[in-house]
């Protein structure tokens, strides 16, 4: 493709009259995802000069391999330029905020707190091996602490420590989950439990106590993981997948009563996060 200015090609619709005289210009439409031949204008330069037909000029066959190519450069181009727009703006919103991550020393955490580390935020990692917590907390220039967010005088401890040393809440991204596959014929309650007590009874304390936390003190960010398993059933992923459901529609709720005090509560289904290690 030719262009000027690439991230022009990304938009559906492209204006002729917008087009330099005398060029053809072959452009990548994002919907369709084809190649579009726009014809070549001509201006005669004088009252009694005649505009000479030209051909179009014919492209060669474009293959499969080459369209996805231009599209895949096309999409990271994109990402990074739009990246790079929002850097100042994200770290102007980032900048000392004090951000905790619950499950934060591994996987999807631990990339969630590289990242808000990079945009200024003040990390606080959360997560059941203390240890490990303070390790990566110190590490991204922030905090660690140990809790199960199972135990809701644990969650609620940590909160009222946290707000003793910061005096503020300002993000809470909960990642604390597992899944172990089972048919429903085969559910015991040693499966069903432990299960709901994770995925949906620790989310409640957390969006519970933090979501309090930031009323009193002007405001914040509840940001819960779901899981695509929650809107497109399979056999396997009962309990989880229900539970990742009552989530999405406990984080409305939570959104409707935390409103007016300034918090938001969201809950995003991710489908991949870049991470430096196993999940």
Not at 172 to 194: F, M
Not at 244 to 258: P, V
């Amino acid at each position: 493709p030719i262009a000027s200015d690439p991230i022009s090609l990304i938009s559906p619709t492209i204006s002729i009259a917008s087009l330099p005289r005398s060029r053809t210009i072959w452009a990548v439409s994002a919907t369709s995802l084809s190649l579009l031949a726009l014809i070549t204008r001509f201006a005669p330069t004088s009252a009694n000069a005649k505009a000479i037909p030209r051909p179009i000029p014919c492209p060669e066959p474009v293959t499969t391999a080459a369209l996805l190519s231009s599209w895949n450069f096309l999409s990271v181009f994109t990402l990074e330029r739009l990246r790079s727009r929002s850097m100042d703006a994200t770290k102007q919103r980032l900048e000392n905020k004090v951000s905790v991550v619950i499950g934060g020393a591994t996987g999807f955490g631990r990339a969630t707190i590289e990242l808000f580390a990079e945009h200024g935020a003040k990390v606080i990692v959360i997560g059941r091996r203390a240890e490990l917590a303070e390790q990566v907390g110190h590490e991204f220039g922030g905090k660690g602490f140990g809790c199960d967010v199972v135990e809701d005088e644990q969650v609620k401890n940590l909160v009222n420590s946290i707000m003793e040393d910061e005096g503020t809440i300002d993000v809470v991204v909960n990642y604390a989950g597992y899944q172990e596959s089972k048919r429903i014929r085969e559910l015991t309650p040693d499966h069903v439990q432990p299960m709901v007590e994770v995925q949906l009874i620790a989310a409640t304390q957390v969006i519970q106590h933090f979501g309090n936390a930031m009323a009193s003190s002007g405001g914040g960010s509840i940001i819960s993981t779901s899981s695509l398993t929650a809107h497109n059933p399979s056999t396997g992923h009962p309990i989880y997948a229900a539970c990742k459901r009552g989530l999405e529609y406990l984080t409305e709720i939570a959104a409707l009563d935390y409103g007016p005090d300034q918090v938001r509560a969201v809950s995003y289904t991710h489908l991949t996060l870049p991470t430096n290690r196993e999940v």
